[in-house]
């Protein structure tokens, strides 16, 4: 018998008398009765009646509007903007151009609409489910009329469009003001010793990541989530402030020694593991929970622990499309009821898993999970934080110096997203095709859009000759990966038949490696080690693998030259894995490359080249490390040696020097090190995987000389 909701909200038995019960007439409550099943299915089919009449309005609109009529409003509607929204007109250049331009939305409007309502779906509560036409819970397809509610958000270039977003920029804009003013300083009133570390700590572990691994990605919306941080909302979280706490900690200098806490960085990432279990056992994933797996993916695979690096993005991505972020959010804005701030943070957390997707597909040299994008970087509309300030924090004293400089952070993660268009087309490429000779065409086309991305470029976006010090980390990133890029494309060809193809591709890569290591240099004299990012690593070690090849096709000079690059990378990948281990399984493969190099006869040093400064000659030769190898195997690292600037590289600048220093060649050093290790065993779990890739060098020096014979060839 059901019972009376007064009777069920104080737990006691009803008598299920009509009009009224017992319970209620003794109380003098009113007497409610629930609604009866079949009520509950009437106003859940009026409700899902109501969306499907939304969803259908909507297509319609979209489907009688022609390219022709999109263009002539565009104008008419640029113009009434510029006469009516004064706000607007005042706006900078670039977002005027966001407001107006839509030829790349517009290219891909219809098969956005497309895509957009074939997956989503009305659940039995009335609630919106993003599930595809095979889906047992999909909706059926969406017939019938009804009356439609108002839009706000028209067809992309209409004037109802051209106006939505106008309003939606300026409203951005409104929160960005209050973020210094307002949020900030009530998000600092919020105590961190819940967390167990003092205030000060706790934004001095928010600075470093703002400042320096913030920008890389992008993936959390700082004014939505300082907001949110002080007032408690939805889009802030303690895993998510658990997650930015374990990955900044690792850079934090140690110099404070007494308040800084060596393992504070594990102690946060365990509890952030925590704190997941709470997140998983919500009915849908939230925001904050992606954003925070998101950055310990990134964590883990700079600490060397790569599986779950790969097993936590793994897990944001299918988060990410169980609540529809991987549809345009602009399309269903209506019916999830967001604002411009909720479709900005949509807009930037998808783009940012499609940045670090790449990241991570290129590093472990695997397929990536993203392969498109519901929102071109013409659709990001807060670029308020370009001018803002960037200055470096808690850096050594060295480089006390650095002179204030726009912090360009949204125009970076928009050429992020662009680059990273072309990224994915060139691994789909060499991971489809392969080593084939019919592949070049690919090639030089991939190529020549890559060249094309650059010279589109903003200067302020470029690291170019004569700059007195470096842009800040996220903009040197940029200009790593893109000469990295270019390597990455044409290694294939390093190993074709052409020998006139190979040699052209190799003079490009070793270009491209140079300047690499011109970027390197000035980074470093600007940023200190401890604060370089798992992306540089890699490029760094990129550059490297061209550096052995250079060494080895070279003569005199230039391969004195390929060597001081070589000497330099290793250096750099010795002491960036101190503080991100994961890049320590570069190093193996560098001596690798070293070893194949001996193996297929190449003479194991030139000697005599030249004369060093102090009148000693030099012999470009590879040589055991003075450390037991099982205990440099358990940290990746090996030991540096001092940089001796005033003489032409000796072999101790690999930081693989002999017992007492004798040099004892490339198979001497050889067959020291390899007795503890498989050179055909790949370790699964930490760091760079190189091997992994269809492009992998060993293909470059051939495929008959696998690294398992290599251990037969002393």
């Known amino acids: 018998m059901p019972a009376v909701m007064s009777c069920k909200s104080r737990k006691i038995k009803c008598t299920g008398e009509h009009p009224i019960c017992r319970a209620c007439q003794r109380s003098d409550n009113t007497c409610v009765w629930p609604a009866n099943s079949q009520t509950r299915n009437d106003q859940a089919d009026a409700r899902i009646q109501e969306l499907e009449s939304a969803l259908r309005e909507s297509q319609r609109q979209n489907q009688r509007l022609s390219s022709q ?66 889906s047992r819970f999909h909706a059926a397809p969406l017939t019938g ?64 990541y703002w400042t320096w691994l913030h920008p890389l990605h992008n993936c959390i919306y700082r004014p939505v989530f300082i907001m949110d941080m002080a007032l408690n909302g939805t889009y802030y979280s303690d895993f998510l402030l658990m997650a930015i706490f374990a990955l900044a900690a690792r850079h934090l200098s140690r110099q404070e020694g007494d308040s ?136 050594d004293i060295t480089n006390a110096a650095y002179s204030p400089t726009p912090m360009y952070n949204t125009a970076t993660f928009c050429a992020f997203c662009q680059l990273h268009v072309i990224t994915t087309d060139m691994m789909m490429l060499l991971f489809d095709r392969g080593h084939t000779e019919n592949i070049y065409p690919e090639i030089e086309s991939m190529s020549n859009r890559l060249t094309a991305w650059y010279s589109e470029l903003p200067s302020s976006l470029k690291i170019e000759e004569g700059m007195l010090q470096c842009s800040p980390p996220h903009i040197a990133s940029l200009n790593f990966l893109y000469h990295a890029l270019h390597i990455l494309l044409l290694r294939p060809l390093l190993h074709s038949p052409n020998a006139s193809l190979r040699k052209l591709s190799l003079d490009t890569c070793v270009n491209h490696s140079k300047n690499i290591h011109t970027i390197h240099d000035l980074y470093t004299k600007s940023f200190p080690h401890r604060l370089m990012t798992y992306q540089v690593s890699y490029c760094v070690y990129t550059a490297a693998t ?30 960036e894995a101190k503080h991100t281990p994961g890049s320590g399984r570069s190093l193996d493969t560098i001596r690798r490359q070293l070893t194949v190099w001996e193996a297929s006869g190449t003479p194991n040093a030139p000697h005599n080249v030249t004369q060093g400064a102090a009148g000693d000659s030099v012999r470009l030769e590879a040589h055991q490390s003075g450390v037991d190898r099982r205990e440099e195997s358990s940290r ?41 290790f498989s050179f055909g065993m790949l370790d699964t779990g930490a760091g760079f995987h190189p091997d992994s890739f269809p492009w992998d060098m060993s293909e470059v020096f051939g495929n008959s000389q696998g690294y398992g014979a290599l251990e037969h060839n002393d």
């Open 69 to 134: 009529q999109r263009n002539e409003s565009t104008i008419h509607a640029a113009s009434s903007i510029d006469d009516n929204v004064s706000p607007a007109a005042s706006l900078p250049s670039l977002t005027q151009q966001h407001l107006t331009q839509h030829s790349p939305s517009d290219a891909r409007s219809n098969t956005i609409d497309a895509t957009i309502w074939s997956q989503v779906g009305i659940g039995e509560d009335g609630a919106i489910t993003y599930n595809g036409p095979t």
């Open 145 to 208: 009329s009804g009356p439609s509610p108002s839009t706000t958000q028209g067809p992309p270039g209409s004037a109802q469009d051209v106006a939505s977003n106008a309003a939606h920029v300026e409203r951005l804009r409104s929160q960005y003001d209050l973020l210094d003013t307002v949020w900030v300083p009530l998000a600092k009133s919020k105590s961190m010793a819940a967390f167990g570390i003092s205030d000060e700590t706790g934004w001095q572990l928010l600075d470093m």
């Open 260 to 395: 800084i806490d060596s393992n504070m960085g594990e102690k946060f990432f365990s509890r952030a593991k925590m704190l997941l279990m709470d997140e998983l056992d919500n009915a849908k994933p939230r925001i904050p929970t992606i954003q925070g797996l998101l950055i310990l993916g990134g964590r883990q695979c700079a600490i060397g622990r790569s599986s779950q690096g790969w097993l936590f993005t793994g897990m944001a991505i299918r988060m990410m499309v169980d609540i529809g972020i991987h549809l345009n959010a602009n399309r269903i804005a209506e019916l999830e009821n967001l604002t411009p701030s909720e479709i900005e943070t949509r807009k930037r957390l998808y783009n940012s898993a499609f940045i670090w997707d790449k990241t991570l597909s290129l590093a472990l040299g695997r397929p990536p999970s993203l392969t498109g994008s519901p929102y071109g970087p013409d659709e990001i509309f807060d670029h308020y934080d370009n001018q803002r300030s960037w200055q470096p924090n808690d850096v």
């Open 636 to 676: 990746n690292v090996a030991t540096p040696q001092p940089l001796h600037t005033s003489q032409i590289p000796l072999a101790s600048d690999f930081g693989i020097v002999g017992p007492q220093g004798v040099n004892e060649g490339i198979s001497g050093f050889m067959s020291r090190y390899q007795s503890p």
């Open 546 to 575: 061209v550096d052995v090849l250079d060494m080895r096709r070279s003569e005199g000079v230039a391969r004195i030259e390929a060597a001081r690059r070589l000497g330099m990378a290793v250096r750099t990948l010795q002491e």
